[in-house]
């Protein structure tokens, strides 16, 4: 199923949902605590990001339960770094409210927005599965599937 994700919730024990918006209506996929590193890839999505998504549809509670996600593509996400400079004097502007933008407290210039940039996200696009110990035996693997090689998960759990 290809769909967009809405939101992500861990829950105690360690396992993590994720709802998609599909085609066919919201889809709550789960990843569960044995999983692994595998769980990590759904803490790092973001509402918006495109997903294709492989797995069994359990009926009750009606889970589709993770065996391979494909990440198609990822919104950007944008962090502030600093308040705005004023052009005029080279001094650093200060709030004029929520929502009102910035304004230099000695000639008054005003600015929109403060400065920003991309933030850099643990997820790259392509194709995730869990560990090998913590696959079905059924499940087939994504080299023998003819697809490319899945991402490798570095332990990158501090981001």
């Known amino acids: 199923m290809r769909g967009t994700v ?7 024990g360690g396992h993590t949902f994720l709802s998609i918006d599909t085609e066919c209506g919201r889809v709550v996929c789960a990843a569960y605590e044995p999983s692994g590193p595998f ?4 803490d790092w999505l973001d509402p918006g990001d495109t997903v294709e998504v492989m797995g069994e549809l359990r009926d009750s509670p009606r889970t589709l339960n993770l065996e391979k996600v494909h990440v198609i593509s990822l ?7 600093s308040n705005p400079v004023c052009p ?3 001094t650093t502007m200060s709030s004029a409210g929520r929502g009102k933008g910035y304004r230099c ?32 035996h ?3 693997p994504l ?3 003819g697809e490319v090689q899945p991402v490798e998960f570095v332990d990158c759990r501090n981001h």
């Open 143 to 145: 080299k023998r599937m």
């Open 6 to 12: 809405v939101s992500e919730q861990r829950i105690r």
């Open 75 to 81: 919104v950007d996400e944008w962090e502030k770094v």
């Open 88 to 90: 005029n004097c080279g």
């Open 138 to 140: 059924l499940s087939k």
């Open 105 to 136: 407290r000695k000639c008054g210039a005003q600015a929109a927005q403060a400065v920003m940039r991309r933030k850099a996200r643990p997820v790259v696009s392509g194709w995730y599965e869990p560990p090998t110990e913590a696959r079905r």
């Open 39 to 42: 769980r990590y890839l759904l």
